[in-house]
């Protein structure tokens, strides 16, 4: 099992920057793949980025490629997603997920607001 604790949510501008991290927990911070997803209001959960335990392969869904980008430093049992030229749109609860048992996404954080104002 691992635990997983979002952070870094907040209210900024549109065009602004926000940095979010994911401190893993519990099982040994390896070797998965992890990722973010979002939830807006009224709206079903949606992937947004993936990275493997390397790091050497990212994915991302296209409304934030170019905008988004995903990393980890393993050392620190950390993943990050930094946020950029954020939009209206990107307001949503973003939330971290592991995948110990592949395709499964197995473990979930509790999640960190993301509000961007026009």
């Known amino acids: 099992q691992v635990q997983l604790v979002e952070s870094g949510g907040g209210l900024v501008q549109a065009g602004g920057s926000l940095r979010l991290s994911c401190a893993a927990s519990?099982?040994?911070?390896?070797?998965?793949?992890m990722g973010w997803f979002r939830q807006a209001p009224g709206q079903g959960r949606e992937f947004v980025a993936r990275?493997?335990?390397?790091?050497?392969?990212?994915v991302y869904a296209e409304s934030v490629k170019g905008r988004f980008t995903i990393s980890r430093d393993n050392a620190k049992n950390t993943m990050y997603l930094q946020m950029n030229t954020l939009i209206p749109e990107d307001t949503a609860i973003y939330y971290c997920?592991?995948?110990?048992?592949?395709?499964?996404?197995?473990?979930w954080g509790q999640g960190t607001q993301v509000t961007v104002s026009s």
């Open positions: 519990g099982r040994t911070f390896s070797p998965y793949a």
């Open positions: 997920a592991t995948q110990t048992n592949y395709p499964s996404w197995d473990n």
């Open positions: 990275i493997t335990w390397t790091g050497g392969n990212t």
